[in-house]
Each structure stands twice: as C-alpha cells, then as structure tokens.
C-alpha cells in the first residue's frame, strides 16, 4: 500500500514566524504536491514536484516555497506566517508515467494549520 | 482551463437511502481523467475511482456506483444503500494530459450526512 505521512497533523502558529510542513512518502514516486484545502473551494495546488530539486508553481503559490532534497520528501515553507494561511494543507505523491500516462495521486493525513 | 462544479455541499439522508452526488467538469481536452475522492473525518483523502475520457462504461464496486456521461460532461456518483460510515467529504476531480504535473483540479466538496 501506497503510505504518505505528514509530520503534524495539528500545528498552531503565530503571525509572522517561519513554518515547515514536511511530507514524506514510502513508494518510490517521482511526483510530489501539496494543495490547501479551504470550505467551499475544494482542494488547490500550492506547489509541485516532479524530481528531486525540482518545483513547479500550482495555482496559489504565492506565501509559500517548497524543497525537495530527498524523493521521498517534499516540505512545504511559510516564509511568514499570516491568518490567511489558516487551512488544511495536505501532501500527495505519484508515479511518473511517460508518453502520455497518468497515475493516481495519493494522500497524506494532512495538517490542520491555525496561524494566530 | 479546467473546472469542476460539485453544485451539491451538503446532503443528509437516512441509512439505507440511496444518495447521488452530482459532478460537472469543463476542458476542453480531449484526453483526461476523472476521479472521485473521499474524505472521512479523519481527515486523509482515500482514491475511490479514476475514469478516462474514452472509457464510457459505467462501474460499479459494491454499493459504489459512478455514471460518466461525456454528452453532458458529468460524473455522477451513487452510494446505494447508504450507511453510516458512507459519512464524509465527497471530491470530483479532473487532470488532462496537458495539465502541467498531471495536477487535479477539484470541485468544491459534498459533504454527506448519513444518519442512522
């Protein structure tokens, strides 16, 4: 079974400091991503990867950068946490299939993220 | 661009009714991919289906049902017999081949009620 863990599943913060999601995955996938999830607008991509030291801006990247220095891991950063940022932030990884495929998208727990 | 429409946020329903969750996509892709997700109060999105766009077949697993009908761009999704741990967050989503990442782009949510 496909396993994807996040290091917290409920973190409080203050306005203003610096914050590290970290998510890490177990079956070897190359695609890494991380979407916010907000009542009403469904999930939206923050960021992606597709490699090692490789990143792609999602839909709503801006207040947030991602590392990638491992495959199996993918952080996302809240340079400066603001009250906008309150949400939930889940991780998903999958296989990169060439010519044309696709893969299922897995997903972590998620973190319940309360900036104050 | 993409877009999923989940015009249903909420449904309540007694155990043992049949509930039919409602999705609307937009592309204008001819070659994409459909998928339904839930989200139980746990919190961790758990893969239900995937479709692609030239498989018109209707499936059923269980007391899971989907619809795909490409002349009216939906991809409905029927629980028959609903019990209480049918409980959660329904997510439609979309990706196409030309998607950058293979990214998904969800509708809104259903949240579903089942009441014993």
């Known amino acids: 079974d496909v396993k994807v863990t996040q290091s917290s599943r409920y973190l409080v913060k203050r306005t203003g400091e610096k914050v590290f999601l970290e998510c890490v995955q177990d079956m070897d996938h190359e695609n890494m991503f991380w979407y916010r999830q907000d009542p009403g607008l469904g999930l939206r991509l923050i960021y992606f990867s597709y490699d090692v030291k490789m990143k792609e801006k999602g839909d709503i990247p801006e207040g947030y950068s991602v590392s990638r220095e491992k495959k199996e891991r993918f952080s996302l950063i809240l340079e400066s946490a603001s009250t906008n940022q309150t949400s939930m932030y889940l991780c998903?990884?999958?296989?990169?299939?060439?010519?044309?495929?696709?893969?299922?998208?897995?997903f972590g727990p998620g973190t319940r993220l309360t900036v104050l | 661009a993409q877009k999923v429409t989940q015009a249903q946020t909420e449904i309540s329903v007694v155990e043992k009714e049949d509930v039919t969750l409602d999705c609307v996509y937009e592309?204008?892709?001819?070659?994409?991919?459909l998928f339904w997700y839930k989200q139980p109060p746990s919190g961790e999105l758990v893969f239900l289906i995937r479709r692609n766009s030239f498989d018109e077949q209707n499936e059923i697993s269980g007391r899971y049902s989907w619809n795909f009908q490409k002349s009216t761009s939906s991809f409905n999704f029927t629980i028959t017999a609903s019990q209480v741990v049918d409980s959660a967050v329904y997510f439609c989503?979309?990706?196409?081949?030309?998607?950058?990442?293979?990214?998904?782009?969800f509708g809104g949510g259903t949240r579903v009620l089942v009441k014993p």
């Open positions: 989503a979309l990706t196409t081949l030309k998607a950058a990442g293979n990214k998904l782009t």
């Open positions: 998903a990884s999958s296989l990169a299939i060439l010519a044309g495929g696709f893969d299922t998208q897995y």
């Open positions: 592309t204008r892709d001819t070659t994409y991919y």
